[in-house]
Nanobody
């Protein structure tokens, strides 16, 4: 089992930055694909980005590409989502998630069903 806890959310003005953290316990994250998702009020949860340690591979949704960056600190079992140039439409609850080693090769998973473990989410509000 992997337990994930997000932190770092808050209120920021448009154009600002936030860094979300995801702390894992239970197992080392080194073999997992780590994903970030978000859910805005009244909308379905959507994929934000994913990272695979093998090859330091990342993939981002078009809506955040060039503004958001996923990184890892494997020694501390942490994953981060650096969010720059934030827009009001980035307002959502952000979730980190872990997918198992079956995705060690090939495209990074973007569907929720591919991820086995989820955090409780952290709220990000971007004011205009």
């Amino acid at each position: 089992q992997v337990q994930l806890v997000e932190s770092g959310g808050g209120v920021v003005q448009a154009g600002g930055s936030l860094r979300l953290s995801c702390a894992a316990s239970g197992r080392t994250l080194s073999g997992y694909i780590m994903g970030w998702f978000r859910q805005a009020p009244g909308k379905e949860r959507e994929f934000v980005g994913a990272h695979r340690r093998r090859g330091d591979t990342t993939y981002y949704a078009d809506s955040v590409k060039g503004r958001f960056t996923i990184s890892r600190d494997n020694g501390n079992n942490m994953v981060y989502l650096q969010m720059n140039s934030l827009k009001p439409e980035d307002t959502a609850v952000y979730y980190c998630a872990a997918a198992g080693t079956r995705f060690s090769f090939g495209p990074l998973p973007t569907r929720e069903s591919a991820y086995d473990y989820w955090g409780q989410g952290t709220q990000v509000t971007v004011s205009s």
